[in-house]
């Protein structure tokens, strides 16, 4: 078993075997989580060792329409070289517009009835008073907490709803940390505590590689009853999207080179729906013009881009899966090529042009461009993966329940009987496919309710408020 973080105690030193048996033991039956089966407890010492590393990786509004010609053209050469020599598919989304639910059932394997997360928003002060969702909400396990019960040694950076950040085995870095230090933004309370968010010149400064455009932050303003200008839909759309998303990426590779490798790594990523939304007509400009369907009758589009606007930002949303994929190499690059991690890539999502009925009429919500499909992508390959030749190999009736208990499998961890997911049993190869899953009615114990505190600052809630309003999550 990989050693965890220097700040964690560990035995050291030779000692007795038996006392090494009986230590073995009692840790199992004194386990935090849910007691092991005898037969697991008996082979706990092989199982471990056989475990591969896991790094999970979420990727918002995946789509194979566009990564799939994307990859054939040798754009994405990281996430080709996983689909390629593993598995690969659709993963069937349910609450497509809500990414906090989806993002928490793919952590848990639950339909949101059980996780308690339901919406971008709560409303404990009334209906006219929404909050941001937050870990308050959150009813049950997700994999670190249950990870962290068997000592298994894990990295959480970015994950939708993790704050207030609990206590785990390992570190932890919560969706809110992007703003700076405060108070329940880290586990532990200090860790990557000098890691700042990252300035707004840094976007401006990256811009160049993303569109063509004289962006000037002065302008990027919003006024009441008229389309967004392109400066604000440059702030809300790219300068949101990519400082958070370099936050998380920077927080990966501060984790993976200041210390031991993970056993499991959870990294999130969001910025790919944000620019999704926002320069999809720039990308597709077809797609948003009258034309005539397959039957010659007329269709109606949405507006006719103009071609200027599609020079300026019409490789944004390439270039910055271009960007992504760089960021899951560079992550991918700590782990040694003789112990390779187990990696699954997962969206919560698809995506598509805002057109038909997905179409945006509403002044106010006129930048956004792109919006959300029921399905997302899977990509699966490493230690216990079947190997897919040229192309990988195809996944079928996958969703986003499945994550969860597909992971545990893979750790030879029980499975929670409560869990709404099943084991994608035909992406492992035949000796790990065909062992036995233990079972368990449940891996919540007393305590894994919502935490009392620390609230969201107020500031801070004001800034999700408003992004959430600009997507038209929440009333303006």
């Not at 906090?100 to 949101?112: C, D, E, Q, R, Y």
């Not at 455009?213 to 440059?234: I, N, Q, T």
Request: proline share 10%; net charge negative; charged share 20%.
């Amino acid at each position: 078993m990989h050693r965890g973080p220097a700040s964690r105690s560990r035995w050291s030193g030779p000692l007795p075997v038996i006392l090494i048996a009986l230590a073995t033991l009692s840790f199992f039956a004194c386990s935090k989580g849910p007691p092991a089966p005898a037969r697991q407890v008996q082979a706990a010492g092989m199982a471990e060792a056989k475990r591969p590393r896991i790094v999970l990786i979420g990727i918002d509004a995946g789509t194979w329409d566009l990564l799939d010609p994307w990859m054939a053209q040798g754009l994405l050469p990281n996430l080709a070289r996983l689909r390629d020599g593993g598995v690969y598919g659709n993963l069937q989304s349910t609450e497509v517009s809500s990414s906090p639910v989806l993002w928490t059932s793919i952590a848990t394997g639950k339909v949101p009835d059980k996780t308690g997360v339901t919406w971008f928003v709560r409303f404990p002060n009334g209906l006219g008073n929404p909050v941001p969702v937050d870990r308050s909400s959150l009813k049950t396990s997700p994999l670190w907490r249950i990870l962290s019960r068997r000592r298994i040694d894990v990295a959480v950076l970015g994950w939708y709803v993790t704050f207030p950040a609990e206590e785990v085995d390992g570190r932890l870095l919560t969706d809110l940390a992007e703003f700076g230090q405060m108070p329940g933004s880290a586990y532990p309370e200090t860790f990557l505590w000098d890691l700042a968010p990252i300035p707004q010149g840094q976007a401006v400064a990256a811009m160049p590689r993303f569109m063509d455009y004289p962006y000037d932050p002065e302008k990027a303003v919003r006024k009441p009853g008229e389309p967004p200008s392109l400066d604000f839909l440059v702030f809300d759309r790219f300068v949101r999207a990519w400082t958070r998303d370099k936050f998380y990426l920077d927080a990966a590779e501060r984790t993976l080179s200041e210390g031991p490798l993970p056993e499991a790594l959870f990294l999130y990523l969001r910025g790919t729906d944000d620019v999704q939304h926002g320069f999809w007509k720039f990308m597709d400009p077809g797609a948003f013009a009258p034309h005539s369907d397959a039957d010659g009758k007329s269709v109606e589009g949405t507006t006719i881009v103009p071609p200027d606007q599609v020079a300026a930002f019409g490789k944004v949303i390439p270039r910055y899966w271009q960007w992504i994929d760089e960021g899951v190499g560079k992550v991918l690059s700590h782990y040694p090529a003789s112990d390779p991690p187990l990696v699954i890539i997962c969206s919560d999502h698809g995506a598509g042009p805002a057109v038909a009925e997905n179409k945006v009429d509403v002044p106010e919500y006129m930048h956004l461009s792109g919006s959300h499909r029921p399905v997302g992508i899977f990509i699966a390959n490493g230690p216990g993966i079947r190997h897919g030749g040229s192309r990988g190999i195809e996944l079928h009736g996958a969703s986003v329940y499945d994550i969860a208990p597909t992971i545990l499998h893979a750790l030879t961890l029980p499975i929670g009987k409560d869990m709404d997911g099943h084991v994608l049993s035909s992406i492992f190869e035949d000796s790990v496919a065909q062992r036995p899953d233990e079972t368990i009615d449940t891996w919540d114990t007393p305590g894994s309710g919502p935490p009392a505190s620390p609230e969201v600052p107020a500031a801070i809630d004001d800034k999700i408020r408003e992004h959430l309003k600009s997507l038209g999550y929440i009333g303006q």
